[in-house]
């Protein structure tokens, strides 16, 4: 297992910005897939973005795309995502993941989870 712990979250109006980092142990062999979901309130767990260990390959949600931003720093083992221009249907509490990249696109495959960081956008 991997161990994540987010940080970052915190309160925001809409349009602004706010950095999330996931620091992580050494992943497993298995691994090869990062990314954060988010779930709010009385909705479902949604992927949010994911990134590829071994290239730069990523996947957004539409929601998401030209807003937020997926990263990785290896010689730190951190995750970040960058979101900009924040809307209050981001409001949620954000995961970091990590898990098995899915050949057929879309989110990782999940394995770890991380306990959330929670992210509140007012209008």
């Known amino acids: 297992q991997v161990q994540l712990v987010e940080s970052g979250g915190g309160s925001v109006q809409a349009g602004g910005s706010l950095r999330l980092a996931c620091v992580h142990t050494?992943?497993?062999?298995?691994?090869?897939?990062m990314g954060w979901f988010r779930q709010s309130l009385g909705k479902e767990r949604e992927g949010v973005a994911s990134?590829?260990?071994?290239?730069?390959?990523?996947y957004y949600h539409d929601s998401v795309k030209g807003r937020f931003t997926i990263s990785r720093d290896n010689a730190k083992n951190t995750l970040y995502l960058q979101m900009n221009s924040l809307k209050p249907e981001d409001t949620a509490m954000y995961y970091c993941?990590?898990?098995?990249?899915?050949?057929?696109?879309?989110?990782?495959?999940?394995?770890?989870w991380g306990q959330g960081t929670q992210v509140t956008v007012s209008s």
């Open positions: 050494a992943l497993t062999y298995s691994y090869n897939c």
């Open positions: 993941v990590a898990g098995t990249w899915n050949a057929g696109g879309g989110m990782c495959i999940t394995g770890s």
């Open positions: 990134i590829y260990t071994s290239s730069t390959l990523t």
